[in-house]
């Protein structure tokens, strides 16, 4: 496209005046058109081809002859030979080689670059787009004015390197598009191992684990066995994830796709009904004749896994009596070992006093125990039961209800 009309050179009848019958002036303005179509592109492109020779140093930089440090400031935009952009970071000028290294802040220098595109920008700004295209040094990466024509910050990387949403002068945050409470790990997640027995999984993640994730965290996977699975992460080290899935679902030995995580209680899906969350263990009535004072006797172990957990006991003494006056105790508790007490918190006791009237003697009461406990590996522990008394015809526990419930609940 063209500012001078070219029928200045076409005239069927021109005027001996006319620049078609003087070949000085008409050379003259065929260079002045080209001079103007020229201007019009590079307004149109917004962009000046570099006069000067450039060569490829590296993926990061290139030099240019002269000294050109004044027009590639930091911010500058260019467009190399290949047609893809970047942006200026510095410029330095060596007397030695007398030509400019231009550093690259974004964008790769194409090895086979042969000239280089300047993009027309305002004289003096480059620095201060360059830092709000791209949130450098506390610079608010968006902005917008407000409805009294305040300019009031939208998004900001401050110099903590948090990104902070809104600022002063806003008065709330509306979503308009529904946030469901899970973030995409963007990361490869495959399976490590599975434990049945506790509803527990191994996740293999990328390193630095522990910056992201934490013990409370929910976790959604998708696998082709099950479909949309969800966890409570209880453990975390630098590459693995340990996560209980409850009683709903398993990890499968199986690739995992679409992984989430969330530090919200209730993220969209989640399932909170604490019946889920939790392992249940129903012993079989335990009963001993002739029981020593203070002898602690086994009913039944469960595993603990790694986490931290509500632990309930509720049993009721079975079977427990005496033939003559005296007293008649039933004691339970949640050991470590299978024939000792390791924590009397986990202790609870049943006493009543009979006197002989020719007939055995019972009492009931309920047995009940509670307790948070927090692991670090998986634990073994035992229900054991046992009388304080002396001359005891048989001692027992029945109706036994053990509940592990995740604490992270």
Known sequence: MGIIDNDLFTQTNPNPNSPRNNPSLAGQLTNLNNEVNSIEDTLVQGYVRESASVSYVSSSSFTVSGDVTAIYTNGRIVRFSDGTTGIVSSSSYSSTTAKTTVTMLTGTVPSSLSYVDIAIQAKGLTSSLASRVLGDNNVAVVSQKDSAGTARNILNLNSSNDLEIGGSGINKLIFNTPFDGWIATNETWT???WDASVYTGVITVPSNATTKYSPGMRIKITQSTGGTKYGIITAVSSTSLTVFFGTD???????????????????????????????????????????????????????????????????????SY???????????????????????DFTSKSLGSFAANGSEEYIVSI?????TLALSTKTTYYLNYSTVDTGMSAVGIGSIIIRIICAYL
């Open 191 to 193: 399976f490590s191992s």
């Open 322 to 344: 005496r033939t003559n006056t005296g007293r008649v105790s039933t004691n339970i508790t949640l050991s470590t070992a299978n024939n000792s007490e390791s924590d009397s």
């Open 249 to 319: 679902y398993t990890l499968n030995n199986e690739a995992i796709s679409n992984p989430y995580y969330s530090p919200h209680k209730a993220p969209l899906g989640f399932p909170l009904n604490p019946n889920k969350w939790q392992i249940e263990l129903k012993p079989s009535n335990a009963h001993t004749s002739n029981p020593t004072q203070n002898t602690w006797y086994n009913a039944a172990s469960i595993s603990i896994p790694i986490g931290v957990w509500r632990i309930t006991i509720k049993a009721f003494p079975f079977n």
């Open 367 to 371: 047995l009940f125990a509670e307790k």
